[in-house]
């Protein structure tokens, strides 16, 4: 059974800095993908960036390009959202989520999902 486990979300003012965790268990296989998206109440999934099991750089999305960085740690299974001179648009419900085989940009094509951590960017 896969399971995910974000952590690290929080509120911190604009220009500020957060790192958020996920905690990945029960995946089998060499082919998969590992998502983080974001939800504001009221409006669609936003995808912000993933990466495959066989890649070397993550896709990002054009919002947050340059100020988010997202990297795996195989050993621990983990997957880690580090984000930088946020804005308060970039405040949101942080979700990680899974899916096997190819990567999407799809927040509907991802299987598994974490709980959410949220993020909250003041002025």
């Known amino acids: 059974q896969v399971q995910l486990v974000e952590s690290g979300g929080g509120s911190v003012q604009a220009g500020g800095s957060l790192s958020l965790s996920c905690a990945r268990s029960g995946i089998i296989g060499a082919s998969w993908c590992m998502g983080w998206f974001r939800q504001v109440p009221g409006k669609e999934r936003e995808t912000v960036s993933f990466?495959?099991?066989?890649?070397?750089?993550?896709a990002y999305a054009d919002s947050v390009k340059g100020r988010f960085t997202h990297s795996q740690d195989y050993a621990k299974n983990t997957q880690t959202l580090r984000m930088n001179s946020l804005k308060p648009e970039d405040t949101a419900m942080y979700y990680c989520?899974?899916?096997?085989?190819?990567?999407?940009?799809?927040?509907?094509?991802?299987?598994?999902w974490g709980q959410g951590t949220q993020v909250t960017v003041s002025v």
């Open positions: 989520a899974a899916r096997l085989g190819g990567c999407s940009w799809s927040p509907g094509d991802y299987k598994y």
């Open positions: 990466i495959h099991s066989t890649a070397v750089y993550p």
